[in-house]
């Protein structure tokens, strides 16, 4: 009983750790998550398709932005195939990086925001979709200009605040120019007065915009990234002959003066780092031109000061993107521009986590909740490699699927409806829809754990099955070997032989030949204590083999009056402890004595000899009796008893063991023109 215990719970504990593991290397070989493409649209370039959720209800109203419609801009919303309403503007397009909607009036619906440029006057424009109200159209921004007749601005969306208190949030959002330099400004617009404010004039290009309260004391600052082109004089204010530092109060004046870094071209990446209730600036400047200037991370707080400041490799570091998340604000996350992952904190030590094969995150990102646990992933886009390249938010997983014909970098938004959350791509060309979710596998971690489980254990249960059923047939092989052998032995040893042995022995007793008498005795007992010493053995050494062969020889040519002779050819340097079947040798010499040379009345001669080749033993039994044809018309009354029963032998000892045990039969007349038979056995080394 304890044995059965003790076995059952092996077999437990083996098979909960076999699962475990095979679980664990199956987790880790198939990717956690999967992009799958679920649906495809064409496009074009004169209409943006976006997905928002306007009223909060888990599901997204579809929106279409009208870039060319007859002389207009125009916003269309759809609530799944139908129409909910359709506004127009007059104007060309005002060249949004990105959709600017938010609740700026706090009613619970978003609100939808679109610019338009007249007469190089900048507007913008409000709609309530789901309550088919315009707000306000026609708000005048600020004065744009052309490059080689074409407005070369961009408006960058920002954050909704409301920074007067009066319940309706200001709305800020970044213009940027590029060869025409100007405007390039933050801009607050108040629904409420009509007034855009705008931050100090300035030649810095601006690139997105950023909400912080600072801690301890929940002061809020905006923030932006800034670029150097060198397309400014270096009199104008905040030339981008350099890159610049920037943060703003709410009402967009500067939070501390800008604090000037290297000259062009370069990159200046801001974010935040909060450590002990205390917010830090961290700076990320990257120079990319060939002067001599180093490229740096810089660690300011919230007056401007300087706190730490570091060198780094020139161009080495990613110019677009300093990640956070929410569970993690004391430490900032890179990825670089040859697919390396670094963390750094306000040491101001870049610390590798991980190297991603073939990454590169130097284009827009998005954040967006794809797989709906709350934490939004980082969506990143190259269109020059036409890749889509998603960071889960724990930064432990990076997936990359390839995207047709992106022209640009596209519009991405979240598509959530009854099935899920999809990833929205608007490329220009197509409009694509992608699932991103848990693989099955790693969704249902723990069903695979318990199918994995009841595998192991039923193959375990089969294997006990086969091998006990291997080992009844390799013991009913055996029996059958053992079967035979005693046939073999009672077929060669039987009482004729024994009577004419024993007769012999009599008569030398009587004839006072003590010397002979001992010598049949003694090779008899010797055969006799071989047969009893091995009876429950039914295979054995060559040697034994050999040996017993030997005494039955000797035996054999006193009883035929040394009608002939015998002679063993075995060189000392090969081994003979090959196991082999009893009595295979043993049988084919017996022949040779019966149905060779017993025919012969003087002369007979008998070899053995035994060869080792590379891959086998070759033995070799050879007589100059009368030969094969000659024999069986001599001995007519033979049934062949002893040669069938070494074949079975054989062929049962090859399955059992899975060797190649052959043996070959000749008369030496029909190959050699001489007299005589010529047995060969070929017996494999391992």
């Known amino acids: 009983m304890d044995e059965k215990y003790r076995k059952l719970s092996y077999l437990v504990l083996f098979s909960f750790i076999t699962a475990g593991l095979i679980t664990v290397l199956t987790l880790l070989y198939v990717k956690e998550y999967e992009i799958s493409l679920v649906n495809k649209e064409i496009s074009d370039e004169r209409n943006i398709f976006l ?119 200001e709305v800020y959002f970044a213009i940027s120019s590029a060869y025409s330099t100007e405007p390039r400004n933050i801009v607050s617009y108040d629904p409420v007065t009509n007034i855009a404010s705008t931050s100090p004039n300035s030649c810095a290009p601006l690139h997105d915009i950023n909400l912080c309260f600072t801690q301890p004391d929940s002061i809020p600052l905006f923030y932006s990234s800034t670029s150097a082109f060198g397309n400014c004089d270096s009199s ?21 003066p800008p604090i000037k870094l290297n000259a062009y071209p370069a990159r200046t990446n801001i974010n935040t780092i909060v450590v002990d209730d205390t917010t830090y600036f961290f700076v990320l400047h990257n120079y990319t031109g060939t002067e001599p200037y180093k490229s ?53 030590v870049f610390k590798k986590k991980r190297s991603i094969h073939e990454a590169y995150f130097n284009f827009k ?63 220009e060309s197509y409009l694509y829809q992608y699932s991103y979710t848990k693989s099955w596998i790693h969704a249902h971690a723990g069903l695979v754990f318990i199918i994995i489980l009841i595998i192991v254990i039923v193959s375990y249960f089969i294997a006990e099955k086969v091998k006990d059923y291997i080992k009844l047939r390799r013991k009913d092989k055996k029996s059958k070997i053992y079967a035979l052998q005693l046939k073999a032995i009672q077929n060669q040893l039987d009482p004729h032989f024994a009577f004419n042995v024993l007769q012999s022995f009599g008569n030398l007793i009587e004839e006072q030949d003590h010397v002979k008498a001992n010598f049949i005795f003694t090779n008899y007992t010797r055969m006799l204590k071989s047969v009893v010493i091995n009876s429950d053995e039914i295979f054995i050494p060559l040697k034994q083999e050999i040996k017993f062969v030997q005494n039955y020889l000797e035996l054999e040519a006193y009883r035929n009056d040394n ?52 891959d086998r033993y070759q033995l070799k039994i050879r007589d100059n009796g009368v030969g094969l044809n000659r024999a069986s018309n001599l001995t007519c009354n033979s049934t062949g008893k002893g040669l069938l029963l070494i074949k079975d032998i054989i062929k049962l000892y090859n399955q059992l063991y899975r060797k190649n045990i052959y043996h070959e039969i000749s008369d030496l007349e029909e190959i050699a023109n001489t007299r005589g038979t010529l047995v060969t056995i070929h017996i494999p080394l391992n």
Not at 97 to 105: C, E, R, S, W
């Open 563 to 614: 009608r002939f002779v015998y002679n063993f050819d075995i060189p000392k340097a090969v081994r003979q402890d090959v196991i082999i079947p009893k009595m295979l040798i043993h049988t084919f010499v017996e022949n040779a004595v019966k149905h060779g040379v017993r025919h012969l009345n003087t002369g007979g001669e008998i070899a053995v000899s035994l060869q080792e080749l590379p």
């Open 236 to 256: 104008r204010n905040y030339s981008d002959m350099w890159s610049w530092v920037m943060v703003f109060n709410s009402d967009l004046s500067f939070s501390f």
């Open 365 to 427: 990102g998005y954040r967006h909740d794809l797989d709906l646990d709350g934490e939004k992933e980082f969506v990143f886009f190259n269109p020059i490699l036409s890749e889509i390249q998603i960071v889960e938010s724990t930064y432990n997983r990076f997936y990359i699927e390839d995207l047709l014909s992106m022209k640009r970098s596209p519009f991405v938004s979240c598509m959530l409806n009854e099935e899920g959350a999809f990833l929205s791509v608007d490329t």
């Open 296 to 348: 740096k991370a810089l660690l300011f707080d919230t007056k401007g000061e300087l706190i730490k400041e570091v060198n780094i490799k020139k161009g080495a570091l990613l110019p677009n993107f300093l990640l956070t998340t929410s569970n993690e604000k004391d430490r900032i996350h890179l990825l670089l521009q040859d697919g390396n992952h670094y963390s750094v904190d306000t040491s101001l």
């Open 51 to 169: 997905f928002y959720d306007l009223d909060n209800d888990g599901v997204t109203e579809r929106i279409r932005y009208l870039k060319d419609n007859f002389g207009q801009v125009g916003l269309i919303v759809y609530y799944g195939e139908q129409i909910i309403g359709q506004w127009n503007f007059r104007g060309e397009w005002g060249r949004m990086g990105g959709p600017l909607i938010g609740d700026f009036d706090q009613d619970g619906y978003l609100e939808t925001f679109i610019f338009s440029v007249r007469n190089d006057s900048l507007f913008v424009h409000c709609v309530d979709p789901l309550n088919n109200k315009i707000e306000f159209q026609d708000r005048f921004i600020t004065l744009v200009k052309k490059f080689q007749d074409d407005y070369d601005f961009s408006i960058f969306p920002g954050e909704f605040y409301d920074s007067n208190g009066d319940g309706i949030a």
